[in-house]
T-cell receptor, first 109, second 116 residues
Framework: AQRVTQPEKLLSVFKGAPVELKCNYSYSGSPELFWYVQYSRQRLQLLLRHISRESIKGFTADLNKGETSFHLKKPFAQEEDSAMYYCALTTGGYNKLIFGAGTRLAVHP | GAVVSQHPSRVICKSGTSVKIECRSLDFQATTMFWYRQFPKQSLMLMATSNEGSKATYEQGVEKDKFLINHASLTLSTLTVTSAHPEDSSFYIC????????????FGPGTRLTVL
């Protein structure tokens, strides 16, 4: 069965520190991986997807098929990055998203 | 563009009553809509996939007679929680995709259901 694991419920860092939010997945085929972000009192929105290979708001994520990981990274965290981050995968078809449990990122001044 | 709305944003009902939640795509036609449930401090769990004009596909463990989904048009899907009980209290979120090769899901703001 497909599964997404985000081992950290909370990641607390100071402004300017590097950030890495971990995501591992299990799927025997070739999934599409996504990172979604939910800022306080806002709806869930797409942050980035692995097929785009782009950097959004300074965040990047590389799909590592050998380690079945899709960790989200940012070299210098900003206070406005504080939010809930969800890793998700889809296996195509009707594009069903399977979400991880989420990691709350708290960036302190 | 690609805005999804939900109505109501909050609803409180008595046990045994039915509650309808609407999900609308405001500026695009959604070939497929999804319904999720989110418990406090937990992740989103997919309940069902809804395609316009056809029956919804429910995930394992989701009672289709309990959670009725209707997708009558390309801009509206409804979720009706029938005979609601306190354990149905949750945050219900819908999302929609445009289709035709564009598979990004756009999420609604969610509906908080509280069953007394």
């Amino acid at each position: 069965a497909q599964r997404v694991t985000q081992p950290e419920k909370l990641l607390s860092v100071f402004k300017g520190a590097p950030v890495e939010l971990k995501c591992n997945y299990s799927y025997s085929g070739s999934p599409e991986l996504f990172w979604y972000v939910q800022y306080s009192r806002q709806r869930l929105q797409l942050l980035l997807r692995h097929i785009s290979r782009e950097s959004i708001k300074g965040f990047t994520a590389d799909l590592n098929k050998g380690e079945t990981s899709f960790h989200l990274k940012k070299p210098f965290a900003q206070e406005e990055d504080s939010a809930m981050y969800y890793c998700a995968l889809t296996t195509g078809g009707y594009n069903k998203l399977i979400f991880g449990a989420g990691t709350r990122l708290a960036v302190h001044p | 563009g690609a805005v999804v709305s939900q109505h109501p944003s909050r609803v409180i009902c008595k046990s045994g009553t039915s509650v309808k939640i609407e999900c609308r795509s405001l500026d695009f036609q959604a070939t497929t809509m999804f319904w999720y449930r989110q418990f406090p401090k937990q992740s989103l769990m997919l309940m069902a996939t809804s395609n316009e004009g056809s029956k919804a596909t429910y995930e394992q463990g989701v009672e289709k007679d309990k959670f009725l989904i209707n997708h009558a048009s390309l801009t509206l899907s409804t979720l009706t929680v029938t005979s609601a009980h306190p354990e149905d209290s949750s945050f219900y979120i819908c999302s929609a995709i445009v289709g035709a090769g564009r598979d990004e899901q756009f999420f609604g703001p969610g509906t908080r259901l509280t069953v007394l």
